[in-house]
């Protein structure tokens, strides 16, 4: 098959290898890494029998590999691997207000994207998000307010790639209100409490990747 074929052979919710064996030492589909596609912006969640449209927007995703080592979970924000911007990502996104390469499908099941896979990485649109695992004044906002990455120890513990409210307030010093500002993820779609952690949160994402 030419690229293009082998590109909308990979539906949302699936990988390039579809749980056969990833062989991490020969890559299959090298020649597709870093390919876009617009889906209709359907609600899994809502019907996993009949899609039901979730709204009349578009969601633009990035075919990449997963080279983080470990399974990538849905929902969550992931960071690109040097070098290989818009193809490969290395884990999930760590420090505060830090640059995302985009929200691992929502649509993967919960074991997330193996080690080596390449999967749907969503750019633009709406998507499930996950809030951040402890309760503070980040996780306490309302509809509209903007997100950014919240902190984590390593770009592969329970913590990381996860969302947080922007803080415009207190942002003291001028390099964390300028990364707030350019790498913006995307604005809630409903209020967070401190008391909804870890919780699945519909977001109106969009990376600014230039």
């Not at 290395?90 to 919960?110: R, S």
Request: contains cysteine.
């Amino acid at each position: 098959m030419d690229a293009d074929s082998v590109v909308a052979s990979v539906a949302r919710g699936k990988t390039f290898y579809d749980g056969n064996t990833v062989d991490t030492a020969d890559y299959g589909g090298i020649h597709i890494e870093g390919s876009i596609r617009r889906f209709k912006d359907y609600d899994y969640v809502a019907d996993t029998t009949m899609l039901k449209l979730r709204s009349a927007a578009m969601n633009t995703c990035v075919l990449v590999r997963n080279v983080s080592g470990i399974n990538l979970l849905p929902g969550r924000a992931a960071r690109w691997q040097a070098a290989m911007r818009g193809r490969r990502v290395d884990g999930y996104t760590t420090t505060l207000a830090a640059e995302a390469a985009g929200i691992v499908d929502e649509w993967l099941p919960p074991a997330g994207v193996p080690n080596g896979d390449l999967f749907w990485l969503l750019i633009d649109g709406n998507t499930l998000l996950r809030t951040d695992l402890a309760g503070d004044t980040g996780t306490d906002f309302s509809e509209g307010d903007i997100l950014i990455a919240a902190t984590a120890a390593t770009s592969q513990a329970t913590t990381a790639g996860r969302l947080r409210q922007a803080d415009f307030d207190t942002a003291i010093t001028g390099l964390l209100l300028g990364n707030q500002i350019a790498n913006r993820i995307g604005r809630a779609m409903s209020a967070n409490t401190t008391a909804q952690t870890n919780r699945q949160l519909l977001a109106q994402v969009s990376i600014n990747r230039v």
